[in-house]
């Protein structure tokens, strides 16, 4: 909202100083900056709120230890993250933005989908919350609006660029370059590193390509998604989780819309994706923020109000950054958490189905869990998927120098 208005003072009434709100470094580190003072400053008033309204944490008995201190803590805190993300990017970023809109319809939607949930497991005193197929059929709307905009507006674009040539002795023309209309990604690790669905998927039919896009990108919201779901579970470790993939994702979104380091470091040049570093930085201040509330002992849960939020977000970030490859990498923590919960009911109905008696591979899933039977402290537990989870952001921006 603000953005419009200094774009209009500095190049219509061309008052000194307002330039500077061009930069997105400068709009950026605002909305982290706000981002910030929203989670900390009013989070206090956003949780003795919540609290009066007696929206707290409904426990099951796991038999976990330090379990049933956390019965009665507020829940629904996602609320908190969903503020610090929205409102300043509606400030400082430049919401005409088809990148923007997107993040911010995706942000909304799951958001509802997750609060629908809390709510009937705090107000209806229903432990299941909203059922499964009510979660998955909203996932896969903001799949599909998400799939058919990235394929088919006009405004997602790539721009490649072609070599300087010489015209005469010691003039050289600027490089040409053309916005191309194509359904691209990347693929980690190798020289030559991009990917078309097009070609890759063309000899299913023209018709089919875009469908089976969509399909894929309902796939990649809905796990991430679900996988964020699942990593929040103790105190800290989805909010300081997502922080960090954030963090990663912003500095691709920044070499992503510049035009001089996306050419030097061999990525795709996306035309207006600059705009996404100021939705990045008000997520990771957002994240930040919470886990002032969060940490260890948690005085707050964000609930699947915010989880549920944080994975879409992520993985709709990396698509319209065509980094969605790099996120088996980027949400490594993530998918390890989905997989444990996979591979422990998996192998269990195997085993009820051949020995007539269930087994199980962990002591507990998803996997914090089975690290809290082993007596190890959670707050220990945490910082240890934190540690592996700047290790996998560091790998996968490793990629950038990969030629």
């Not at 949400?331 to 195997?350: D, L, P």
């Amino acid at each position: 909202m603000l953005y419009p208005i200094f774009e209009y003072l500095d190049r219509v009434l061309d008052v000194p100083g307002t330039g500077v709100f061009r930069y997105i470094s400068f709009r950026a580190g605002m909305a982290a900056l706000l981002s910030l003072i929203i989670t900390i400053t009013f989070g206090k008033n956003i949780i003795d709120w919540i609290r009066s309204k007696q929206i707290g944490e409904t426990v099951r008995d796991l038999g976990l230890e330090g379990q049933a201190e956390k019965k009665g803590t507020p829940t629904m805190g996602g609320l908190m993250i969903m503020a610090g993300i929205i409102i300043p990017t509606l400030l400082f970023a430049n919401i005409n933005n088809i990148y923007i809109i997107l993040l911010l319809v995706t942000t909304v939607w799951l958001g509802v989908i997750g609060f629908l949930d809390d709510y009937i497991k705090v107000f209806r005193r229903n432990k299941e919350g909203l059922r499964g197929r009510f979660k998955i059929a909203g996932q896969i709307i903001i799949g599909i609006i998400v799939g058919a905009t990235l394929y088919f507006h006009e405004g997602v674009v790539v721009r490649e660029f072609t070599n300087p040539v010489s015209i005469e002795e010691g003039v050289v023309e600027t490089p040409a370059y053309r916005d191309v209309k194509v359904a691209k990604t990347t693929i980690p690790f190798l020289k030559n590193n991009e990917l078309n669905y097009e070609n890759f998927l063309g000899f299913l039919g023209e018709g089919v390509t875009p469908i089976l896009y969509i399909l894929l990108v309902i796939f990649i919201i809905t796990a991430v998604s679900n996988g964020a779901n699942i990593t929040d579970g103790i105190d800290g470790l989805a909010a300081g989780t997502s922080a960090i993939i954030g963090l990663a994702i912003a500095i691709f979104a920044y070499i992503s819309g510049n035009a001089i380091f996306s050419q030097y470091l061999n990525i795709f040049f996306i035309p207006n994706s600059g705009e996404l570093v100021i939705f990045c930085a008000a997520f990771v201040g957002a994240c930040v923020g919470f886990l002032w509330y969060n940490a260890y002992p948690a005085q707050v849960f964000m609930g699947d109000t915010g989880s549920l939020m944080l994975g879409g977000v992520i993985a709709v970030l990396s698509l319209t950054l065509r980094k969605e490859l790099l996120l088996p990498i980027l949400c490594g923590i993530f998918v390890i958490e989905n997989a444990s919960v996979i591979i422990q009911v998996s192998y269990f109905k195997y085993t009820k189905k051949k020995y007539g008696e269930g087994r199980r591979i962990f002591l507990m899933s998803p996997l914090h869990h089975h690290y809290q039977k082993k007596n190890i402290h959670e707050a220990k537990i945490v910082t240890r998927f934190w540690i592996i989870g700047i290790l996998l952001a560091i790998i996968t921006l490793a990629t950038l120098k990969l030629r």
